[in-house]
């Protein structure tokens, strides 16, 4: 009988290989993904409103946990989150704050289309500066 492997698990490579988690939000799961470096401002990625993990391009994800760690998460509500899904958009960006603080984050950096991060941009105390949104029109 082998004895059991103290090793750590080896962190995963590709965003498709990346085991998903959950975090507790005032008793409200909130399933995520988390790939890349742990050192640093860590990228926040945000997702269109009803749009859940597996929308995330891995080539993209890849590349950008490269550099720096890449979190990306299921909305309230949407997905394998748990809850309702917000009645309006500043409550859409209290569950980003919170669920960042739930980490353990007092500073990130945003990533989203321009629909994801226009309810995030005056609610989100805990960004570090880096807020970049990807216009889609609008």
């Known amino acids: 009988m082998n004895a059991p492997s103290s090793s750590p698990t080896p962190a995963p490579t590709s965003y498709k290989n990346t085991p998903t988690r959950s975090v507790s939000v005032r008793g ?22 009803s749009a859940v993990l597996d929308n995330w391009d891995p080539r993209v994800v890849d590349g950008l946990a490269a550099r720096r760690r890449v979190i990306t998460y299921d909305n ?22 919170l669920f960042i603080r739930a980490l353990g984050y007092d500073r990130v950096d945003l990533l989203g289309s321009s629909s994801a991060t226009r309810p995030r941009r005056g609610s989100c105390p805990s960004t570090s500066g880096g807020l970049w949104s990807s216009r889609t029109g609008s």
């Open 28 to 49: 409200v799961d909130f399933v995520h993904r988390q790939l890349g470096p742990d050192d640093g401002v860590p990228l926040i990625l945000l997702n269109h409103l």
């Open 76 to 97: 309230r509500g949407v997905g394998a989150s748990g809850g309702s899904t917000p009645d309006t958009i500043e409550a859409t960006a209290r569950d980003t704050v």
